[in-house]
């Protein structure tokens, strides 16, 4: 079992800036890939930013040159820098994480969301 433990949500006006940290712990092989997804009220759940193991990113086109995904494998943890932060980027943010069990398949884990709060 993974455990998903996420931090750093909260209220900022239009062009502030937040980081978010989210921390896996728990009883397996290694994490695959660790990322970021945001669901809007009304609206569907979608990636934010993802970092995959071996350093490569993918970013929601909506975000590229404002937010900043980073890991650091050594503490299964993943970070996002949110910059020039608008109030669209409002919306729960969901943690996730791609992780290989002992067992070695594949499975993912959610966070149980933050809030992050843009006001205009």
């Known amino acids: 079992q993974v455990q998903l433990v996420e931090s750093g949500g909260g209220l ?8 978010l940290s989210c921390a896996a712990s728990g ?7 660790m ?8 609206k569907q759940r979608e990636l934010v930013a993802a970092a995959i193991s071996g350093g490569s990113t993918n ?15 050594d503490k299964n943890t993943v970070y996002l820098q949110m910059n020039s932060l608008r109030p669209e980027d409002t919306g729960v ?7 290989w069990s002992t067992s070695y398949y594949l499975k993912d ?12």
């Not at 990322?35 to 009304?42: D, L």
């Not at 970013?59 to 494998?73: E, H, L, P, Q």
């Open 27 to 33: 009883h397996f092989f290694s994490v695959r890939s």
């Open 12 to 19: 900022v006006q239009a062009g502030g800036s937040l980081t």
């Open 59 to 73: 970013y929601a086109t909506s975000v590229k040159g404002r937010f900043t995904i980073s890991r650091d494998n």
């Open 93 to 99: 943010y969901y943690c996730n994480a791609n992780v």
């Open 109 to 120: 884990y959610w966070g149980q969301g933050t809030q992050v709060t843009v006001s205009s």
């Open 35 to 42: 990322g970021w997804y945001r669901q809007a009220p009304g």
